[in-house]
């Protein structure tokens, strides 16, 4: 059983920083990919950001320059630096990782801009 835990969700101020991080457990211990999507109310799930296992890096052009995606593979963690948040980045943000055509994810944290 393969198991992603999103934290570091919360309320900011436009303009803030918030970190995610994203803990996994199981029996994968190596994927080919993960990320980070989200979802606003009234909207459908968007890709954010992913890293590939050789560190390939992938951003939505609207988070581009102001999130940063990174990885801890001893820690078995994915992380989520915003930073220059908007009242647009609010949504529930969730934890993928994507490994030989299937897809595992997280709970989902919930973050808020206020303006």
């Known amino acids: 059983q393969v198991q992603l835990v999103e934290s570091g969700g919360g309320l900011v101020q436009t303009g803030g920083s918030l970190r995610l991080s994203c803990v996994v457990s199981?029996?994968?211990?190596?994927?080919?990919?993960m990320g980070w999507y989200r979802q606003a109310p009234g909207k459908q799930r968007e890709l954010v950001a992913t890293?590939?296992?050789?560190?390939?890096?992938n951003y939505a052009d609207s988070v581009k320059g102001r999130f940063t995606i990174s990885r801890d593979n001893a820690k078995r963690t994915v992380n989520l630096q915003m930073n220059s948040l908007k009242s647009d980045d609010t949504a529930v943000y969730y934890c993928?990782?994507?490994?030989?055509?299937?897809?595992?994810w997280g709970q989902g944290t919930q973050v808020t801009v206020s303006s």
């Open positions: 199981g029996s994968i211990f190596r994927f080919n990919a």
């Open positions: 993928n990782a994507f490994h030989f055509g299937n897809y595992y």
């Open positions: 890293i590939t296992s050789g560190g390939i890096l």
